[in-house]
């Protein structure tokens, strides 16, 4: 009997493809080099990669909408603010007004030049006080507090 040749060759194959390292990519390694164990691995990977980078993409959108919500509150703040600082404004300028008026009633009644001299001392102080932008307008008006009460006594000393 004749040994056949032709057994060699797919016995060197087989043996090349059982020895050669498998692969989890089907692009690499052909039909017969692919591995179920490693494309599941590849897959894992993958996997933790894309919840990693949800979780990282989650974190992000709560920290935006933290600080959207800052935002938001801080100008609520400010807007309420500057209501309040612009009604304070306005406050100041009544009083100032009504101050203005009691000291040119003291001075239109003034019997002296001394008296109306006095009075026009106190509207220039009112006035001055009313003017001085850096300061709040609350501050403004409890500083003109003490002065209306000199007007006031003032006008009661001219009424007797």
Known sequence: MKPRAGWAAPAIALAALTACETTGDPRQGGLFGWSESKARERKEQRQTRV???????????????????????????LGAAQAR????????????????????RLEQRSPTDATA?????????????AAQQATPPRS?????KPLETEIDAALARQNR
């Not at 919840?51 to 974190?59: G, M, S, V």
């Not at 600082?85 to 040119?104: G, H, I, N």
């Not at 001299?117 to 006080?129: F, M, P, Q």
Request: charge should be positive; avoid cysteine; proline fraction near 0%.
């Open 51 to 77: 919840a990693r980078a949800e979780t990282e993409l989650n974190r992000e959108n709560a920290q935006g909408a933290a600080l959207e919500s800052r935002g938001e509150t801080a100008t609520k703040s």
């Open 117 to 129: 001299s006095r009075a026009r001392v106190y509207r220039l102080k009112v006035s001055n006080i």
């Open 85 to 104: 600082q612009s009604q304070d404004e306005k406050d100041l300028r009544s009083y100032e007004a009504s101050l203005l008026e009691k000291v040119d």
């Open 140 to 144: 403004r008006a409890e500083r003109l």
